[in-house]
């Protein structure tokens, strides 16, 4: 009896899992997109592109304070593992810049710029996906294979750039197929 009952148990787990992804296609291995977690219009409901300020802070600090320890494994834009001492050194960038002197003879001079990245700085993140769905209802399924922080950076022209500062990985037999593919 005790056996009978064992072999139902281990038949009803099977089963359970077995029909888990039953029915779903994947749609793309492989998809990377940014996603606002702080609203860039003040105009819009509070919950369009938009983390209330406590949960947008505990996320960020989550994400941020695990690299920088290295509670998380933290990884360059070519997916190399970087220590936690380079993900620190991230947070503050240093630019030599020449400069002209506002008074004759205007002579050229270099200046260096050090700009540190505040986690407020941090307003978007860079999601990789796989997306799975059920072409009978229409219902998906994403895994998030890694995500990166992204900062809203000005360079020495002014201009304003968004810059993933490094990658997480979420799933190791991703970043084995990364580092394969190469």
Do not use: H
């Amino acid at each position: 009896m005790k056996y009978s009952l064992n072999l139902l148990f281990l038949f009803t787990i099977v089963l359970l899992t077995g029909c888990q992804n039953s029915g779903k296609e994947v749609v793309t291995e492989k998809i990377q997109y940014d996603v606002n977690i702080k609203s860039p219009d003040p105009d819009y409901d509070w919950w369009i592109q938009n983390l209330v300020g406590p949960q947008r802070d505990k996320l960020v600090n989550i994400i941020v304070d695990g690299a920088k320890s290295g509670k998380w494994q933290a990884y360059d834009y070519f997916n190399d593992p970087i220590s936690k001492y380079e993900v620190q050194a991230i947070f503050s960038d240093t630019m030599v810049v020449t400069m002209m002197k506002e008074e004759p003879p205007y002579e050229l001079f270099d200046t260096t710029i050090i700009y540190d990245i505040l986690k407020e700085d941090i307003i978007r993140l860079r999601f990789m996906e796989e997306w799975r769905m059920n072409p009978e209802n229409l219902m998906f399924e994403k895994k998030i294979m890694g995500l990166a922080p992204v900062a809203r950076r000005l360079d020495f022209n002014g201009i304003e750039r968004w810059q993933p500062l490094f990658w997480i990985y979420t799933d190791d037999d991703f970043i084995k197929g990364m580092k394969n593919s190469r």
